[in-house]
Nanobody, 128 residues
Framework: QVQLVESGGGSVQAGGSLRLSCAAS????????MGWFRQAPGKQREGVAG???????VYADSVRDRFTISRDNYKNTLYLQMNSLTPQDTAMYSC??????????????????????WGQGTQVTVSA
């Protein structure tokens, strides 16, 4: 069956870094667009970054120049390198897989309903 399993979360001080991983199985990972989302307590889930099947990327304004999304299609793994973390980055981070569509990176990457598969999430906590 389809599985997306995140890892790499934890607690870090402001200014620190973390690298999240998302191991995929049960579907053809290389053919899917992938995204990272986060949800803080009391807030809506928001798209953090997206990557299409050829490796083109898109970022939310709040994380651009600090976070890097990447994928290894041989290892069926998605990554999110997070640098210069701030307390505002504290949230549950989840990866998700979507069927790639024309213009997906333009707007669809942010849309939760566009994703077919979701992981359970990994907690990131940044202290001041």
């Amino acid at each position: 069956q389809v599985q997306l399993v995140e890892s790499g979360g934890g607690s870090v001080q402001a200014g620190g870094s973390l690298r999240l991983s998302c191991a995929a199985s049960g579907f053809i990972f290389s053919g899917y667009c992938m995204g990272w989302f986060r949800q803080a307590p009391g807030k809506q889930r928001e798209g953090v970054a997206g990557i299409d099947y050829v490796g083109s990327t898109v970022y939310a304004d709040s994380v651009r120049d600090r976070f890097t999304i990447s994928r290894d299609n041989y290892k069926n793994t998605l990554y999110l390198q997070m640098n210069s973390l701030t307390p505002q980055d504290t949230a549950m981070y989840s990866c998700a897989a979507a069927a790639c569509t024309w213009g997906w990176l333009t707007s669809a990457w942010r849309a939760v309903p566009s994703y077919d598969y979701w992981g359970q999430g990994t907690q990131v906590t940044v202290s001041a």
